[in-house]
């Protein structure tokens, strides 16, 4: 038997296979490897691949066209050689009658960790070199409040999270860390591109054992790792701009805000002192203000101030508490809140986004490019947020403010999708169903029947990572691992670049989209990091080319980045900060700022959906719907991890006993948890980790309709209930994180549907 080398979002490893079984090792010098690598091992033989081309019954029998039967139908199976003629006379189609702009292939999704098998940048070349381009995505859903807002204010989301070593400067130096949202290690066990060392907790553990105090706020007791005996402050979701302000007001009105750090590197003071005293709007931003609104003790909060400004803090704010209404708020209060301690570039100090919350963050950048498939030219310009897909395929010709642009949906008449699942990461999947009616084709490449695959016109079954030779590498990681295939492709999957140099060929665009060499030759050192402008330094290039036959890599770091210092508190001219001070490399500059939903300056806006909001009054608990401890994302969701934390073979849903007892609710009972826009079933567990009034229920179960004009999903898809706005005019993020609901005992008889299994045609 012969362990191969791999790599995952969740870890590298050594993969051998047992029998129809893959037993899997992670990698040797992985500190904290992760659980997630257990999905793995009954993956590739899984009753849930798609085993050959697949196309919907509706779209066999009838052609091209809006159906609402998307997601109910059954599914016909063809050979290849019969498929692909099929969908290149679709895309000819489309193309002639309407042109690419009519294309949606933004295609979002993690798909697997790899640098040419990369799902997305696939789709994206081929749409480029064989139609013309495509109507693109902009943002993520993790991030995307954050990366609008940051540049803005203190320079991009990547420049500020992934390039210095903050677990390392955390491990020896930090004293205090104020942590909005939590450091959840679930959540560093991932990164986008793969993680060959866990870091997380033997980092925060190293500091906790030299005296390093841990803070943090957030509703869920496991948002912080036991082992560093955080103080844990359950404040009410969605209140944690208030919190930064009350402790703002500390520090202002107590004379510790370090006033000459603020002039030296910061633009717009003044302003935000005014506002946190109340002096602009007549509302003093005091503790006890903090405390009315959020729930947390106004002294607590006054000490920890102190301490603050005392102390090397380092103050954090998780990707969850954007993804929510203003969620640019608390990540721009949280910069101005470690501005007013002046720690900000400060080793061990100032402020980090997402640290914890992401695998890679905290780490030093390679000193080197990562490979990257050149994607070709994208002759269209049109593009949406990432999360506003639903609007666009409902509402064509409508307009959207999005950071200072005003854009317009396109008509889409062909959706194309490699390597995401909308009908998992996507809020209100009712409306998104409805958008998903409208197109005239919808071609997907899956490995395993999910949700996205049932709403599909044809499904076209992809290999998956461990049946394909490729290079794993992320930027923020020392290693780049050659992933070896551990076992031959299931039936009929064919990797994403076979199929698309097959359709590009039967387009008469074969070269255009393979550039004339087979993937052997892409990968065996022909394949040089983009942009081709700008290859890496000679002595490199060695670490870069060949990386297969050599079984991997170990790139030298970058160097340090220097110091980050400048930082907008109001708006003003971005440059004006980025100018100030020797050390600075603060704010790019942006579009108009005032204009874009924010008040000026950081600021507490009312949300539609929280606690505190008339809306608590129908539907009186907070549904916490976060990541997955047990798999990533919706992925492998059948695997033995993520199958060994549902219970009753649903998804748990976390719930405080005051909430359980008032509706007779006791861990094991199947509840249902409801609001306007749906509901879901699930398992309850009551416990004291998740505060009272909130309700906890992760991501990723895939969508199990109970019926055809029943949406209520049987094993528990919290994006059932989400709601699907924009954070605000400026990022127009997803806020998938946080929606008001209510849960009843569900003593009915719930219908047998088996969510894995393929949705193929009878007779
Ligand atoms: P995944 O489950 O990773 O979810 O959303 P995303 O769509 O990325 O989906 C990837 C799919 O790609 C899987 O179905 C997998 O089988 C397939 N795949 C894997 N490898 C390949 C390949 O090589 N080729 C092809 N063709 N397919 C492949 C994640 C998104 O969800 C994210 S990033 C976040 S942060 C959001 N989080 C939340 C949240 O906190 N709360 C809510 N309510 N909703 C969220 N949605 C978002």
């Known amino acids: 038997m012969t362990y191969k080398p791999h790599s995952s979002h969740w870890g590298a490893f050594s ?12 990698h040797p010098d992985d500190p904290c490897p992760s659980p997630i690598l257990d999905n793995l091992r009954d993956a590739p033989g899984h009753r849930s691949r798609v085993r050959k081309p697949a196309f919907r019954k509706g779209w066999l029998d009838g052609g091209p066209g809006p159906d609402t039967r998307r997601g109910s139908d059954g599914y016909v199976e063809l050979e290849w050689d019969e498929a692909i003629p099929l969908i290149a006379a679709e895309l000819t189609r489309v193309e002639r009658e309407y042109g690419p702009g009519r294309v949606f292939g933004g295609s979002y999704g993690w798909s697997s960790a790899r640098r040419f098998h ?20 902009y943002g993520t859903y993790s991030a995307g409040a954050a990366q609008a807002i940051m540049p803005h204010v203190i320079g991009g989301l990547d420049k500020v999270a992934r390039t210095d070593d903050l677990w390392g400067e955390l491990a020896t130096t930090t004293e205090l860390v104020v942590a909005f949202g939590g450091m959840p290690v679930r959540n560093a066990m991932v990164s986008a591109g793969g993680v060959s060392r866990h870091v997380a907790l033997p980092s925060m553990t190293a500091a906790h054992r030299r005296g390093a105090r841990f803070v943090m706020f957030s509703p869920l007791r496991d948002d912080m790792p036991a082992e560093v005996e955080a103080e844990w402050h359950a404040n009410l979701p969605l209140t944690d701009t208030a919190i930064m302000l009350g402790l703002a007001h500390v520090l202002i009105t107590e004379g510790l805000a370090d006033r000459a750090f603020l002039d030296r590197y910061c633009v717009g003071f003044d302003r935000l002192a005014d506002y946190v005293t109340g002096k602009s709007d007549g509302v003093a931003k005091t503790p006890e203000w903090a405390e009315e609104i959020s729930g947390i003790d106004a002294d607590a909060l006054r000490e920890l101030a102190r301490a603050m400004a005392a102390r090397r803090t380092l103050v954090t704010v998780s990707n969850s508490l954007q993804r ?23 080793p061990g100090g100032g402020f980090s986004y997402s640290l914890g919350a992401i695998g890679n963050v905290g780490k030093r950048a390679l000193g080197v490019p990562i490979p990257t498939l050149n994607q070709g030219k994208n002759g269209v310009g049109d593009f949406i947020p990432v999360a506003r897909i639903t609007d666009l395929l409902l509402n064509p010709g409508a307009t959207l403010e999005f950071n200072g642009k005003v854009l317009t949906y396109p008509d889409i008449r062909l959706v194309y999708w490699a390597g995401g699942n909308p009908f998992h990461h ?7 169903r409805a958008g998903f009616a409208r197109p005239d084709t919808i071609i997907v490449h899956e490995q395993f029947w999910t949700a996205t695959a049932r709403h599909a016109d044809i499904v076209l079954p992809a290999t998956m990572t461990l049946e394909r030779d490729d290079i794993g590498a992320s930027q923020n990681d020392t290693k780049m691992i050659a992933m070896k295939q551990v076992v031959a492709p299931q039936a009929g999957a064919r990797d994403d670049f076979e199929i698309f140099a097959d359709l590009a060929g039967a387009l008469g665009r074969r070269d255009a989209f393979t550039g004339g060499r087979t993937q052997r030759e892409w ?50 001219s971005p440059r004006a900060a980025a100018t100030r001070g020797p050390a600075s490399r ?15 300056h950081p600021k507490w806006f009312e949300p539609v959906e929280w606690l505190g909001g008339a ?4 539907y009186p608990l907070q549904l916490v719907a976060n990541q997955p401890a047990n798999r990533l994302h919706s992925q492998l969701d059948f695997g033995a991890a993520s199958a060994g934390r549902k219970l009753n073979g649903r998804e748990v849903a976390r719930i405080h006993p005051d909430d359980a007892r008032a509706r007779a609710i006791a861990t094991g009972d199947t509840v249902r948890l409801f609001n306007g826009r749906g509901a879901c079933l699930a398992t309850a567990v009551v416990t004291e980790d998740v505060r009272p009034r909130v309700v906890q229920l992760s991501t990723g179960a895939w969508f199990t309709p109970a019926g055809t004009d029943d949406p209520t999903c049987l094993q528990g898809n919290p994006n059932v209930l989400t709601r699907d706005v924009g954070t605000s005019r400026l990022a127009q993020g997803c806020c998938g994180q946080l929606t008001l609901v209510d849960v009843e005992r569900f003593d009915g008889e719930a219908p047998a549907v088996d969510p894995y299994a393929p949705p193929l045609a009878r007779g």
């Open 118 to 137: 990369h799902a997305q940048s696939q789709v994206h070349r081929l749409l480029n070199t064989a139609l013309g381009g495509y109507v693109s995505s």
């Open 615 to 618: 809306l608590a009054g129908t």
């Open 15 to 26: 993969a051998a296979a047992v029998g129809d079984r893959i037993d899997v090792v992670p």
């Open 523 to 572: 990968l065996a050192g022909k394949y040089v990091p983009a942009p081709a402008a700008a290859p890496p330094p000679g002595r490199h290039r060695a670490a870069l080319v060949g990386i297969l036959g050599k079984g991997g890599a170990s790139p030298p770091p970058g160097a340090p980045p220097g110091a980050r210092r400048g930082v907008l508190l109001c708006s003003g």
């Open 324 to 346: 929510a209404e203003f969620g640019e708020q608390p990540v721009w209060m949280g910069i101005a809140l470690a501005a007013l301690t002046g720690q900000i570039g400060q």
């Open 426 to 432: 996507h809020q209100d999947l009712s409306r998104l």
């Open 586 to 600: 603060g704010p790019a500059a942006g579009p108009p700022f005032t204009s874009l939903h924010c008040a000026g």
